[in-house]
Structures are given as structure tokens and as C-alpha cells.
């Protein structure tokens, strides 16, 4: 257990749908990472906050936001889903927002958009 | 020049053998090389990792090499286990932390 929770665990839901995906970090980690894992794209980096604020974007699309909350919970929101939007999220989170911090993945929010 | 380049996707090793998975990048901004390990359903998880300074490193049964002038680092599992079975990806980052991740390789120990 890495101490990293997401929920829900699974979602299904329909295209043009939103739905939002939670994330708790480990006691004292200050960064939350968003990553997608999908068969044709493996694990690609979404979006970085460091102690509420974006620290880091990646290939994020327009239709996606993410927030870290004073709590330093994170959610990702996800609109008018597609297809192609079905993948694994993950969060991960580290003590510090730069450096050779090592983070800790949580079990990951598998999505399906039918 | 973000890409990190994963090879084989899919390894099979007899119990006991060595398990040796090979990446490259090109980025020589990198420097931060970690390994994670992810068992079906769960999330990656931290093997090891390295920087640049060092060669080798070793912990347990996991070793990283890296080539520092060839941009190439490798993992190797020795004495491997079907315990050890699972996905391997690759990995680097840059001082902001975010991962850049190979594409992975299966390991199937065989008993």
C-alpha cells in the first residue's frame, strides 16, 4: 500500500459525460501528479500541483482540468468524454514539487466511456 | 527528445535466470532514472533508481546499469522468481519531477 488513495475505483459512464476523479496523497507530500495509462499510449504525464498551485503540464487535452485543493487533495475532471478516453488514471504524489523525489503511485481510477 | 525507448515489450525467463531490460533516451537534460514494477490491477510501484553519477547500483536482487555516454541504462533482475512477474517500465525525469516512461515490458518467470 503506497498511501496514495483514489477513488472511484472503477467509472462508467457515456460519451459527453464529465465525471471527476479524486486523489488523497500520502501524509506530508506536498506534489500530486496526474498520469493516463492506456494500451496504445502507455503512461503518460497529465498534469503536476505542488502545494495547491500547477507546477507541471503534459499532454493534457483542453477537455481535462485539475486542481489541488488547501487539503492538498487533488481532483481531475474529465468533460465530454470520448471513446478514446477510456484508460487507467493514476495519481501519484511526492514529498517535494522538483528534484529526484521518489513518487508514490496510488491503485489508479479505471475509466470506461461506453 | 522526451522520448524514453523501452526494449523487449515482452521478456520470458526460466526461474533463477536473469531478466535484462534495456532503455535509451535523449534527452541529456534527464538525470533522474528510476524503474517501476506494476502487478496487474495495482499501480506502479518504485524499484530502483539511479543518477547519473553512479555506474551501478544495486539493491537486493535488482541492479541498474548506466551508460552515461551511450544515454542507455538497463535493469537486471537476477535470480528472477514467477513472483517477479509483472510489467516493467522505464523511466526519467528532469529537476520538475514529472516521469517520462518507456513503453514497458512484460516478464513472464517461468516456474
Known amino acids: 500500500d503506497s498511501g496514495v488513495t483514489q477513488t472511484p475505483k472503477h467509472l462508467i459512464t457515456a460519451t459527453g459525460q464529465r465525471v471527476t476523479l479524486r486523489c488523497s496523497p500520502r501524509?506530508?507530500?506536498?506534489?500530486v501528479y496526474w498520469y493516463q495509462q492506456s494500451l496504445d499510449q502507455g503512461l503518460q504525464f497529465l498534469i503536476q500541483?505542488?502545494?495547491?498551485?500547477?507546477?507541471a503540464k503534459g499532454n493534457i487535452l483542453e477537455r481535462f482540468s485539475a486542481q489541488q485543493f488547501p487539503d492538498l487533495h487533488s481532483e481531475l475532471n474529465l468533460s465530454s468524454l470520448e471513446l478514446g478516453d477510456s484508460a487507467l488514471y493514476f495519481c501519484?504524489?511526492?514529498?517535494?514539487?522538483?528534484?529526484?523525489?521518489?513518487?508514490?503511485f496510488g491503485p489508479g481510477t479505471r475509466l470506461t466511456v461506453l | 527528445q522526451q522520448q524514453v525507448k523501452q526494449s523487449p515489450q515482452s521478456l520470458i525467463v526460466q526461474k533463477g535466470g536473469i531478466s535484462i531490460i534495456n532503455c535509451a533516451y535523449e534527452?541529456?537534460?534527464?538525470?533522474?532514472f528510476p524503474w517501476y514494477q506494476q502487478f496487474p490491477g495495482k499501480g506502479p510501484a518504485l524499484l530502483i533508481a539511479?543518477?547519473?553519477?553512479?555506474s551501478e547500483k544495486k539493491e537486493g536482487r535488482f541492479t541498474i546499469s548506466f551508460n552515461k555516454s551511450a544515454k542507455q541504462f538497463s535493469l537486471h533482475i537476477m535470480d528472477s522468481q514467477p513472483g517477479d512477474s509483472a510489467t516493467y517500465f522505464c523511466a526519467a525525469s528532469r529537476w520538475e519531477g514529472k516521469l517520462i516512461f518507456g513503453s514497458g515490458t512484460r516478464l513472464l518467470v517461468r516456474p
Open positions: 534527452n541529456t537534460a534527464f538525470d533522474y
Open positions: 539511479i543518477r547519473p553519477d553512479v
Open positions: 500541483y505542488y502545494n495547491g498551485e500547477e507546477r
Open positions: 501519484a504524489s511526492s514529498v517535494e514539487g522538483a528534484g529526484y523525489n521518489e513518487q508514490f
Open positions: 501524509s506530508g507530500d506536498l506534489s
